[in-house]
């Protein structure tokens, strides 16, 4: 797994803003998979369970399989959990992890056992270039020799051109399906900003309070620094997410859009994979909570 954490640095052009980012850091409770709590002698420190109402969703953001140094595939672990006036729905960041390259079906399989290890309801998959072909291997029946679990097919709930691909009649439907074009990634950084200005989204606390956080579990002292190390790991992708998006800068156009760049050898995996389930959430809001607005067709953003 590769890792990248630098200091925190703000574009002059930076379409998202340190400040505004650093006040959503607010989540302390990160997830881990069972290699990491059977690691620690703590019976309160286990994956937490789902609350009334929770949804958990898991986006995937896929590199190519032949992916330069800077490509990475992403997948981002995302906790919903309904608001006060039960209008919609808190986001918690609570699980990123970046993988370097890897077979389709390697990652296919990861995908899967993702979503059945954190109880996930949906998947968020960018459906291009690699993408389409993880989505093929998610639709079949997966053997995972390494777990000894078979997974059924899964199908797309969002996409009807996606969804024929899969052969499987009844498979279950809950892939959201992501074809990037202009329109959509505007409203995706939109809805992020929105989200971020009305602190609808909350980011694992950054190190040093992580630091007190993890200070509580029982036994933490005696754990080895490579075992302490794994335990700080989510802090440290949320804030290597954050430095990506301090990092994009919005690019003038005459369309009005919003265009957002990352700097030459830079990267924004974490961001997209993040982005992408804000706006998938977005979007199972207006259906669960039947929120008041222009009715408008997801087709109309996904499809070219």
């Keep these: 797994m590769e890792m990248e954490c630098k200091f925190f640095g703000e574009s002059e052009k930076a379409y998202f803003k340190l400040d505004k980012i650093d ?10 998979l069972p290699s990491i709590y059977n690691s620690v002698n703590d019976k309160n420190f286990s994956l937490p369970i789902k609350k009334s109402g929770e949804k958990r969703i898991l986006s995937c953001d896929i590199a190519t399989i032949s992916g330069d140094a800077n ?10 959990i309904p608001n006060k006036s039960n209008t919609g729905y808190i986001r ?4 990123i992890e970046n993988v370097i390259g890897g077979h389709t079906v390697y990652q296919a399989l990861k ?48 996409d009807d051109d996606v969804a024929k691909r899969c052969q499987i009649r009844d498979a279950k439907k809950v892939i ?4 990037g ?21 909350k980011f694992l606390v950054n190190e040093n309070n992580a630091y007190e956080v993890l200070h509580k579990i029982k036994g933490f002292h005696t754990l080895s620094p490579e075992q302490q190390a794994e335990l700080f790991l989510p802090y440290k992708q ?5 430095n990506e998006m301090l990092n994009l800068e919005q690019i003038p156009n005459d369309k009005g859009l919003v265009k957002l760049k990352e700097p030459r050898g830079k990267r924004k995996d974490r961001y997209s994979s993040v982005s992408y389930a804000n706006w ?12 008041v607005g222009k009715d408008f067709s997801w087709l109309d953003y996904c499809l070219y």
């Design 23 to 32: 006040a959503c850091r607010r989540c302390e409770t990160a997830f881990y």
């Design 71 to 80: 490509d990475a595939s992403v997948f981002s672990l995302i906790q919903l």
């Design 92 to 95: 918690n960041v609570v699980y």
């Design 111 to 158: 995908i899967r056992y993702l979503y059945e290890y954190f109880q996930c309801d949906y998947i968020v998959l960018d459906t291009q270039n690699a993408g389409i072909s993880i989505f093929d291997s998610l639709c079949t029946e997966l053997v995972d020799k390494e777990n000894d679990i078979i997974y059924e097919p899964l199908n797309c709930i969002n």
């Design 176 to 179: 959201y399906s992501i074809k």
């Design 181 to 201: 074009h202009e329109k959509l990634n505007s409203d995706i950084a939109i809805s992020l900003q929105d989200c971020i200005l009305r602190n609808k989204i």
């Design 238 to 242: 949320t804030s290597a997410l954050i």
């Design 280 to 291: 998938v959430i977005s979007e199972i809001e207006k259906e669960n909570f039947k929120k």
